[in-house]
């Protein structure tokens, strides 16, 4: 049983009435709901039970997945809260568009976006925690996204370098949480109205800086994880009233999602968003709601001073050129690579044409490798980009037990003679890390970071 706060009871049995709120409870003390999407940039060969869809998403399901499943280590799919799949879900977003996923750690919902632009375009991803930042990295990585940049911002410190830049913006917001109450009861401790008051605030500095970056008709998808209106209702008619912004509709079938409500706002059409309740069964508490800015300017934003960095980019001599294509030559690429700049002795095909001085950026585009002395050695972003493609260079690691082996990063053996120097590793055809072959051994290439312990 949920110890929920009296307060928090008696709020909702006021906006419910006495039996929507029972029910609203009651659903608090089931089990949450567990799903999964499969990506759809890459071959989506997986062995779930695919018999329980998600409604309205065609490559969302019901199930667990283990983070030590092939199908996740290789970015085949993604665990995610159901109801947390639609604020991408609902985005319009087109190929070659500019995106901005403002609040994005740990990744799942750029993911999505990031299957929406299908390799064109460009995602920038930012997360203000720098920890948070680094599991955003890895997701975005392991998903083989290759047009995405990762920065590790305040919203503030973000807006001056991208005015009126973004088609659409999704800002999922921090927030008083309720809607994690079954699956993370140690949020609970932290609920107070107080709580709610502080990140509606917060909520509003975010806002403020999501739109000077949003160009005029651009699209704002906001969302939440909680049911508190302060945060949800509240927001969107704050932006309508205060940007003049339109809510736009949002057309989806299912009778397990809800609607806003007008009453719990102050301006018309707040019944054209999304509230995802758990008695509805679909998953768990979600708010979404997309925004359009009016056409023409928006209020003129002064201009910060950008901070100048002191980094150097240069091109790739003949030379590294040279390195590069003996690695890169034998696989199946969805790229060229020609156009790879050198920072650091990173090799890197930029995502974006426009200076980023100034700014932490965690990744930049596709990593393509390293620069080591007269060798090239390829990174583990290029291999989650290869595998959406089919390839030649393969060592299947066949058996449970070397797979893990190779998880926990030792070398391996394996029947294959033919394959030599860097080749694709794979499990149950489904291509995880790069690996160095020698003399029917296997040297690992799966990054430190991301080993696991062998039980
Ligand atoms: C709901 S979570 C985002 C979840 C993510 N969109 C996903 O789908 O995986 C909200 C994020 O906002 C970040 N955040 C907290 N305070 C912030 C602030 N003042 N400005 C911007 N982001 C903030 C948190 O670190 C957190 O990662």
């Given at each position: 049983?949920?110890n929920?706060?009296?307060?928090?009871?008696?709020?909702?049995?006021?906006l419910?009435g006495d039996s929507?709120?029972k029910?609203?409870?009651?659903?608090l003390?089931?089990?949450?709901?567990?799903a999964f999407?499969?990506?759809?940039?890459?071959p989506n060969?997986?062995?779930?039970d695919l018999?329980?869809?998600?409604?309205?998403i065609?490559n969302?399901?019901?199930?667990?997945?283990?983070?030590?499943d092939p199908e996740?280590?290789s970015?085949?799919?993604?665990?995610?809260?159901?109801s947390?799949?639609f604020?991408a879900?609902?985005a319009?977003?087109k190929e070659?568009d500019?995106v901005?996923?403002?609040?994005?750690?740990?990744?799942?919902?750029?993911t999505?976006?990031?299957?929406?632009?299908?390799?064109s375009g460009?995602l920038v991803?930012?997360?203000?925690?720098?920890?948070r930042?680094?599991?955003?990295r890895?997701n975005?990585?392991?998903?083989?996204?290759?047009?995405?940049v990762?920065?590790n911002?305040s919203?503030?410190?973000?807006s001056?370098?991208?005015?009126?830049?973004?088609?659409?913006i999704?800002?999922?917001?921090?927030?008083?949480g309720?809607?994690?109450?079954?699956?993370?009861p140690?949020?609970?401790?932290?609920?107070?109205?107080d709580?709610?008051?502080?990140c509606?605030e917060r909520?509003k500095e975010i806002l403020t800086e999501?739109v000077?970056?949003?160009?005029?008709?651009?699209q704002?998808?906001?969302?939440t994880?909680t049911?508190s209106?302060?945060?949800?209702e509240e927001i969107v008619?704050?932006?309508?009233?205060?940007?003049n912004?339109?809510?736009v509709p949002?057309e989806?079938?299912?009778?397990?999602i809800?609607?806003?409500?007008?009453e719990?706002?102050?301006?018309s059409g707040?019944d054209h968003?999304l509230?995802?309740?758990p008695?509805?069964?679909?998953?768990?508490?979600?708010f979404?709601a997309?925004l359009q800015?009016?056409d023409g300017k928006?209020a003129?934003v002064?201009?910060?001073?950008i901070k100048?960095g002191?980094r150097?980019?240069?091109?790739l001599?003949?030379?590294?050129q040279k390195l590069?294509?003996?690695?890169?030559?034998?696989?199946?690429?969805?790229?060229d690579?020609?156009?790879?700049v050198?920072r650091?002795?990173?090799?890197?095909?930029?995502?974006?044409?426009?200076?980023?001085?100034?700014?932490?950026?965690?990744?930049n585009?596709l990593?393509?490798?390293?620069?080591?002395?007269?060798?090239?050695?390829?990174?583990?972003?290029?291999v989650?980009?290869l595998?959406?493609?089919?390839q030649?260079?393969?060592i299947?690691?066949e058996?449970q037990d070397?797979?893990?082996?190779?998880l926990h990063?030792?070398?391996?053996?394996?029947d294959?003679?033919?394959?030599k120097g860097?080749?694709?590793?794979s499990?149950k055809?489904?291509?995880?890390s790069?690996?160095k072959a020698?003399?029917?051994?296997?040297?690992?290439?799966?990054p430190k970071?991301?080993?696991?312990?062998k039980k």
């Open positions: 049983m949920l929920l706060p009296v307060e928090f009871k008696e709020k909702y049995q006021r419910l929507q709120a029910a609203f409870f009651d659903a003390n089931k089990e949450n709901k567990k999407r499969i990506n759809t940039l890459k060969q997986v062995s779930y018999s329980k869809k998600v409604p309205e065609s969302a399901y019901y199930g667990e997945v283990n983070g030590q996740w280590v970015g085949t799919v993604y665990s995610q809260d159901p947390a799949m604020p879900f609902i319009n977003v070659g500019h901005l996923d403002l609040c994005a750690a740990p990744g799942g919902k750029s999505a976006l990031a299957e929406k632009l299908n390799g460009v991803a930012n997360e203000i925690s720098s920890g930042a680094k599991a955003l890895e975005i990585e392991r998903w083989g996204v290759k047009n995405a990762i920065t911002e919203p503030a410190n973000l001056p370098h991208f005015t009126q830049y973004f088609d659409e999704l800002v999922d917001a921090p927030c008083s309720e809607g994690m109450f079954r699956k993370n140690e949020a609970i401790k932290y609920w107070s109205q709580y709610v008051l502080t509606q909520q999501a000077k970056m949003l160009k005029p008709n651009g704002l998808i906001y969302s994880c049911f209106p302060e945060e949800d008619s704050w932006l309508v009233e205060t940007y912004m339109k809510i949002i989806l079938a299912s009778d397990k809800s609607h806003g409500k007008n719990w706002g102050s301006v707040l968003t509230r995802f309740w008695q509805d069964g679909l998953g768990e508490g979600q979404a997309i800015m009016p928006i003129k002064k201009k910060q001073k100048k002191d150097s980019t240069r091109r001599t003949k030379n590294d590069v294509e003996k690695v890169l030559d034998k696989f199946n690429l969805n790229f690579w020609t156009a790879a050198v650091n002795d990173h090799v890197f095909l930029p995502a974006i044409d426009k200076d980023l001085k100034g700014l932490k950026i965690v990744n585009g990593e393509l490798g390293i620069m080591k002395k007269n060798r090239f050695e390829p990174s583990h972003q290029l989650e980009v595998g959406e493609l089919p030649e260079d393969v299947d690691l058996n070397n797979y893990l082996s190779y990063g030792e070398t391996v053996r394996v294959s003679k033919k394959l860097f080749v694709l590793v499990f055809g489904l291509i995880f790069f690996g020698a003399n029917g051994t296997l040297k690992n290439f799966y970071g991301l080993r696991i312990l």
